[in-house]
Structures are given as C-alpha cells and as structure tokens.
C-alpha cells in the first residue's frame, strides 16, 4: 500500500502543487483588475487538467498493483502460506491491466449516476464494491456478480460496506484537511523558495502516509466482505479462494 497507493498519490500531489497556476493569476488579477482573464488562461487549465486525469489514470494502474498484490499477500497469509513483498508484485502486476479496467469503467458508471441527484451514484458504489475481488477471485462478469451478491444479502452487505466507506472517508477527510492547511502556511506559491518547497513536500509527504490506514481498511474490508458473500453462496474454504487467485 506504501508503495502503490501512498507514494503515488503523493508524487501526484507535488506535481499538482507546482503547476497550480492560481497564485500567478490572483498577482495578474490584482495588477489589472479590469482584465476578464489572466493571459494564458485557456493554455494553463488545460495543462493542468491533462496534468491531473493522466497522473490519476496512471495511479490508478500502480493502484490496481497495489490492490491486486495486497489481495494476494492477505489470502496466502489466510491460507499459512508465504507471501513475500517481490511474489505479490509480480502477481499483481500480472493481473494489473484487468482490475484497472474494470475499476476505470465501474468508476464512469458511479460518476453517471452521480450527476443524477448523487443518490443513484452512492447506490452504484454500494453495488459495484464487490466488483474488484470478483474479478481476481473468479474473472468472470465482475458488475453483474457484484450487483448478485449486494441485492442477495441487502442488509448485510450494505452494513459492511457503509463502515469500509465511513472509515475510508473519515481516514482520507483528515489527512486532505491536513495537507491544505499545512501547504497554505507555506504562501500562494510555494515553490518559490527552496525552504518553503521542502517544507510543502514533507507535509504532503506525511499527510500521504497518514492516510495509509484508509487505503488498508478500503482493501481489508472488501476483501473479507466479498469472502463472506461466497460463503453464504456455497461452501468455501481460504485454500479454494488462494487457488482462485492463481
């Protein structure tokens, strides 16, 4: 998670801190307060706009590493099997490509049903949660499995996914808060000086690292969810799961 969730994220938000052009169009602003925009406006969003989705299309792959290799590590040790650091790389890796596209397109779907009064989105995040563990365990139809076993076991389901969500939004709130005001302390452009740059990049490199616990009980919670699904479906055992994952 350190390396795949945590690092990445972090490298992302330097990059978007030192190409943040708000500082220098608030300086434009104030010099002439009668121009519509600041000159180069159009040229500069856009940079940061492709800046921001590529980073996070490219996080979203090492994040799907991470969640492939953490899902690996958990099951083996589940199992009393080893799970060394470089094995669960290599099968995440493995298996990589797959979960980032299923990730990306259950993540256009929530988007779509967040633009229709948010309540349809947070219902398809509820129901696509189990989308991930779906396709490393058993590669098959990942949405429509997910959408089975939520509607299956309603009340259960949604009770263990709401306390990953909770922990999730409350261990990624505090973190973020924590990041903007401790970078706002170092001005409008904190790279400007090499001291206020270290200081910007070691505050989001600790807020990056505080937020590891959310990314944790993200992975844990719909892991052990999703196994206790399969065992209401059919008997299941941690040796059947560990030999699924291949």
């Not at 996070?56 to 799907?64: D, K, P, T, Y």
């Not at 259950?106 to 696509?128: E, N, R």
């Not at 909770?166 to 706002?184: D, F, N, Q, R, W």
């Amino acid at each position: 998670m350190l390396l795949t969730q945590v690092l990445p994220a972090a490298v992302l938000s330097v990059i978007s801190l030192g190409l943040d052009p708000t500082a220098k169009w608030a300086a434009q602003a104030e010099a002439d307060p009668t121009a519509v925009l600041p000159d180069n406006f159009a040229a500069e969003l856009v940079s940061l706009i492709v800046v921001l989705v590529g980073g996070s299309l490219l996080i979203g792959l090492l994040q799907a590493v991470g969640w492939a290799a953490g899902s690996w590590v958990i099951t083996q040790q589940a199992a009393g099997r080893p799970g060394s650091l470089e094995s669960a790389l290599r099968y995440g890796l493995r298996r990589a490509l797959g979960l980032w596209g299923w990730t990306l397109l259950v993540s256009v779907i929530v988007g779509v049903g967040l633009c229709f009064c948010v309540l349809p989105g947070i219902y398809l995040a509820f129901a696509l949660s189990m989308a991930g563990p779906v396709y490393l365990f058993e590669r098959r139809d990942p949405i429509g499995r997910s959408f089975g076993m939520f509607h299956a076991r309603l009340g259960l389901v949604l009770g263990r996914v709401a306390l990953v969500a909770l922990a999730v939004i409350v261990g990624s709130l505090i973190p973020g808060a924590l990041e903007g005001a401790g970078t706002s302390a170092f001005g409008t452009d904190p790279f400007a000086s090499p001291g206020a740059a270290t200081g910007a990049v070691a505050v989001i490199g600790v807020t990056a690292v505080l937020a590891l616990p959310a990314h944790l009980a993200q992975l844990i919670g719909l892991l052990v969810t999703y196994a206790e699904q399969r065992a209401h479906e059919a008997p299941v055992n941690t040796a059947g799961l560990a030999a699924e994952l291949g």
